[in-house]
């Protein structure tokens, strides 16, 4: 938990006990940032498009602290003028003349905090959502309802009608405003890029040399692109931690690197969205400026999401970013659905993403490597503008991290096309930086071949559910309600019912590739237990070439999103009912233990596998 809060609040500017508190109330920690529904993040997005053009902030955006609750967002200003641009975006209608201001807009005094929102016609309502709020605070001992009542008297002793109160009624537009005179109708198609920054405020005076940030935003073919100018003083332009972090899927933004062009003055990074409905690119622009007298310029502040060391003057990059000499091997354990398993792909991504965090929590670097299917080739493209007349540009496929791991240990995951050159591509860059790589194919069929002979998996593992063993053939007219493993029958010997199990599950189709051995589910939550007889049958399964490697506890399949889960996935979530953390840690240590031996004590003691195992294996 400590190291999830320090990822955390070195971002959102949170105290530690308070993003504590929040986290422990969090059923996964594969997002510590929560992303805004799509009506929060519009509301969001047009806060921050003012707060970035304001001149004279020490702080980015002159927010110092961005708390995501659980009905918005909480931002406390640094400045009382910061507050007052705020309020040159609420709607009022002059006495002649178009309305000025953001239609839709509200704005009300709540306690010690002013609450902006948007009117139910200024987007499109979701039941599932609350409204959107936004509570903002200045400094300490400001009264903000006094600024707002000071505006408000501004604007109506000029002749003009104010139109942000939220009590008051107000009919929407009779006609769509047009596009350069509507925020909100420009904002919409890339908000949750603007609410993605809103959200992580101190990110920008972590890195070197800090010295400001001003945000616009930009039309463009395929959307509504996001212009960061940055600032910096001295040192390096720092852009590989801030790539880094906004690429990163746990704490960061989840963008992908489109190019990056640096120089002795300059450098520029343009990245782009992982999602189909934001139609935006975010361009950091970092220029150098003149050196400040020594000890102006706050110094690089470390980042747990990076790897970053503590109390050093310079954060300490972290260690898969040198790349060795030699690049050593790694294993790729390939994982497949057997014939009669009726698991599904799915299913097999989730049982090896339970199986890597086990290992990356006991200190071991994990990759989860998965395959593309083939596309249903829909032809409509969510949230395209009316005015875009291009495609959004596509970025490179990358290793993004699934969970923060307890170091040394790192779980990370890629997704490529299914081509021969995007997985051995895939492969060379895990080599030298995990020990151990999972490989989901396209496909859940155990005879799919997702890879070349060239790049062919190490390990080709077959998941099944574990199903009691048949010790008896049921008498003609004497199955109907009763089980096929009852006493009533005639009795099997171990290696015949090891020959009907493999005729049953494995015999409907012949796999030219070798197979290494199976990988049997259990019930959630229940120790396999075995008797003689159950580690007979084995004992011949391995015989003919199918040995069973481990079991481990199965949960279903998982879907992943907010709202559908009611338990986490993996033992770097906190545990509850239904899940076992003990069960899956012992059965992931089972079965390392069976391929290469003990896990070891620490990852500086951890060599990568360049032996397979010595496990049998059958063709057909």
């Known amino acids: 938990m400590d190291q999830l809060g320090n990822a955390a609040c070195q971002l959102t500017g949170e105290s530690l006990e308070g993003v504590r508190r929040r986290l422990g109330g969090l059923d996964r920690f594969d997002q510590l940032v929560p992303s805004a529904a799509r009506e929060q993040a519009l509301l969001e997005a047009a806060l921050v498009s003012a707060l970035g053009t304001v001149d004279g902030q020490t702080r980015p955006f002159g927010v110092r602290e961005a708390k ?19 309020f040159g975006l609420l709607p009022y209608r002059t006495k002649k003349g178009p309305w000025r201001g953001v239609r839709g807009l509200t704005v009300q005094v709540d306690g010690a905090r002013l609450r902006f929102g948007l009117r139910p016609w200024a987007f499109e309502a979701s039941w599932r959502s609350p409204a959107p709020a936004v509570w903002v605070s200045g400094p300490r001992g400001e009264d903000l309802s006094a600024l707002l009542a000071a505006y408000t008297d501004q604007v109506t002793t000029t002749g003009h009608v104010v139109q942000w109160d939220p009590l008051g009624e107000e009919r929407g537009p009779g006609r769509r405003e047009p596009v350069d005179r509507s925020l909100l109708r420009r904002l919409i198609v890339s908000c949750s890029m603007g609410s993605a920054l809103l959200r992580r405020p101190r990110l920008w005076d972590s890195l070197t040399g800090y010295v400001g940030v001003r945000l616009s935003t930009e039309m463009a073919d395929h959307g509504l692109d996001w212009l960061i100018e940055r600032q910096v003083a001295g040192g390096g332009f720092d852009e590989e931690r801030l790539i880094e972090v906004l690429e990163d899927r746990i704490v960061g933004c989840g963008l992908r690197l489109l190019d990056h062009a640096c120089g002795p003055e300059n450098c520029t990074v343009r990245m782009a969205p992982r999602w189909s409905f934001c139609r935006g690119v975010l361009m950091i622009r970092s220029s150098r400026v003149p ?29 898969h970013r040198t790349e060795p000499d030699v690049l050593k091997r790694s294993c790729v354990v390939q994982l497949l659905d057997a014939p009669s398993g009726g698991l599904g792909r799915d299913h097999l991504v989730r049982v090896a993403e339970r199986v890597a965090a086990a290992w990356a929590a006991r200190g071991l670097a994990v990759g989860l490597l998965l395959v593309e299917g083939s596309s249903m080739g829909l032809f409509r493209d969510p949230g395209r503008p009316e005015w875009a007349t291009a495609s959004m540009p596509k970025a490179v496929n990358t290793w993004t991290r699934l969970r923060l791991t307890p170091p040394p240990g790192q779980l990370w995951s890629m997704t490529v096309p299914n081509t021969s050159e995007a997985i051995g591509a895939a492969l060379q860059q895990a080599h030298g930086r995990f020990g151990q790589v999972f490989l989901v194919g396209a496909y859940d069929g155990w005879m799919q071949e997702v890879t070349s002979s060239k790049w062919a998996a190490d390990l080709r593992i077959l998941v099944h559910q574990a199903r009691p063993y048949q010790r008896h053939i049921p008498f003609p007219g004497k199955t109907t309600g009763k089980s096929a493993h009852t006493d009533d029958g005639v009795p099997l010997t171990p290696a015949e019912s090891a020959v009907l199990w493999r005729s049953e599950h494995l015999g409907r189709s012949v796999c030219t590739a070798p197979l290494n051995g199976l990988l049997l589910l ?13 580690m007979a049958v084995e ?7 199918t040995p069973v490697l481990g079991r481990f506890p199965d949960h279903g399949l998982i879907i992943r999103g907010h709202g559908h889960s009611d338990h986490p996935p993996t033992v770097l979530d906190p545990q509850t009912e239904p899940l076992n953390h003990a069960h899956m840690a012992a059965a992931a240590d089972a079965l390392h233990r069976r391929l290469w031996g003990d896990l070891p004590s620490t990852a500086a003691q951890q060599s990568i596998p360049t032996v397979i195992p010595d496990v049998p294996s059958f063709s057909s």
Do not use: H, K, M
């Open 68 to 86: 995501p609750v659980e009905e918005g967002l909480v931002l406390r200003l640094e400045r009382p003028a910061d507050v007052q641009c705020l």
């Open 291 to 319: 050196a400040a007298p020594p000890g102006s310029i706050p110094g690089p502040r470390p980042l747990t999401a990076v790897g970053d060391g503590r109390n050093v003057s310079r954060p300490q990059r972290a260690e």
């Open 522 to 534: 259990t019930e959630s939550g229940e120790a396999a237990e075995r008797d003689q007889f159950d």
């Open 539 to 545: 004992e011949q399964l391995a015989r003919y070439g």
